[in-house]
Every structure is written in structure tokens, then in C-alpha cells.
């Protein structure tokens, strides 16, 4: 499967972004959509996952209340709404996807390119 991340650009604190990551071919629905991000000289950290069939969303704390998963089955999409966004969010983020619920970028297998996302002060 190819996973193509797209959305991210540049905003100030406070504002908002809305990723999107469509996948070329049908999501089963037993899989686990996720999305990563990964800062300058960090490693790639979870942000937060949705069950395709069910819809069941998980969140990082760091995120939990400001970052909104969602997808459309009709489209094999699955989206990223960040409210609230701080500088501390600036990184490359990638959707990936996987079989079962993990928090671990090894437990993956597909990944999309990556978009990046830089909010200034």
C-alpha cells in the first residue's frame, strides 16, 4: 500500500492545520491508522491512532484535546485536525499503517512520505 501524507505548511501559534493521508488501495477494516511526527534530532513519536472499522480514536498526551483523528471510507482517507498548534508541534509527520494498535514506529510497516508542519512563535 502506498499511504500519501499532504497538508502541512507554515502557521503561527494558536492556529490550525488539517492533514490528510490517503492510501491507494481499500483499508481492511481490522487495521489501525496512526499518525507519527518526528522534530529535528528527535525520534519519530506516536501522535495518535484511529480503528478503521470501528473508528475508535487514541491520542498522545501531548496532543490529547487539541489534535483530532478522523477518516472517510469512502476515500481510504484518514485526517489530522490540529487546533491549538504550538512551536513545540513543529516536526515532519507521517501516517502509517498497521494490523494491531501500537504506539511503536518498529510495529509499523507502511508509511507515507511525510508532511511537514512549522509553527512559528
Known amino acids: 500500500v502506498q499511504l500519501q501524507a499532504s497538508g502541512g505548511g507554515q502557521v503561527q501559534a494558536g492556529g490550525s492545520l488539517r492533514l490528510s493521508c490517503e492510501a491507494s488501495?481499500?483499508?481492511?477494516?481490522?487495521?489501525?491508522m496512526s499518525w507519527f511526527r518526528q522534530a529535528p534530532g528527535k525520534e519519530r513519536e506516536f501522535v495518535g491512532a484511529?480503528?478503521?472499522?470501528?473508528?475508535?480514536?487514541y491520542y498522545a498526551e501531548s496532543v490529547k484535546g487539541r489534535f483530532t483523528i478522523s477518516r472517510d471510507k469512502s476515500k481510504n482517507a484518514v485526517y489530522l485536525q490540529m487546533n491549538s498548534l504550538k512551536p513545540g508541534d513543529t516536526a515532519m509527520y507521517y501516517c502509517?499503517?498497521?494490523?494491531?494498535?501500537?504506539?511503536?514506529?518498529?510495529?509499523?510497516?507502511?508509511w507515507g512520505q511525510g508532511t511537514l508542519v512549522t509553527v512559528s512563535s
Open positions: 502509517a499503517r498497521a494490523l494491531e494498535l501500537a504506539n511503536a514506529p518498529s510495529q509499523y510497516k507502511d
Open positions: 488501495i481499500r483499508i481492511f477494516s481490522s487495521a489501525v
Open positions: 484511529i480503528r478503521w472499522g470501528v473508528g475508535l480514536t
